[in-house]
Nanobody
Framework: VQLQASGGGLVQPGGSLRLSCAAS????????WRWYRQAPGKQRDLVAR???????NYADSVKGRFTISRDNAKRTVDLQMNSLKPEDTAVYYC??????????????????WGQGTLVTVSS
């Protein structure tokens, strides 16, 4: 199982970016998708999460500006980021609680991380 994040880059304050993360491998189901971010010298913080029932939660700092969404058929999650601020600058990581087919054929559950994508908000 692998998670591949994409979409980071340099954007001016007030601008928008859309991050995507795709899961691949012998996946049975993806229960919860999350986006985290880690700014230089700081801990990794939860930004947003979405459950299999499309229930969403956001960090207070991004409410009203970020939107998380998922496509179960494509096994992807997106993070639409609007009205970006310099303090949004960080490496963004996708994370998934998922069930996968093990080598024995049974279904196991584990937590996976993408490789991170850098978002820089600067003029």
């Amino acid at each position: 199982v692998q998670l591949q994040a994409s979409g980071g880059g340099l954007v001016q304050p007030g601008g928008s970016l859309r991050l995507s993360c795709a899961a691949s491998g012998s996946i049975f189901s993806i229960d919860v998708w999350r986006w985290y971010r880690q700014a230089p010298g700081k801990q990794r913080d939860l930004v947003a999460r979405i459950t299999s029932g499309d229930n969403t939660n956001y960090a207070d700092s991004v409410k009203g500006r970020f939107t998380i969404s998922r496509d179960n058929a494509k096994r992807t999650v997106d993070l639409q980021m609007n009205s970006l601020k310099p303090e949004d600058t960080a490496v963004y990581y996708c994370n998934a609680d998922l069930r996968y087919y093990s080598s024995s054929g049974s279904v196991s559950r584990d937590d996976y991380w993408g490789q991170g994508t850098l978002v820089t908000v600067s003029s």
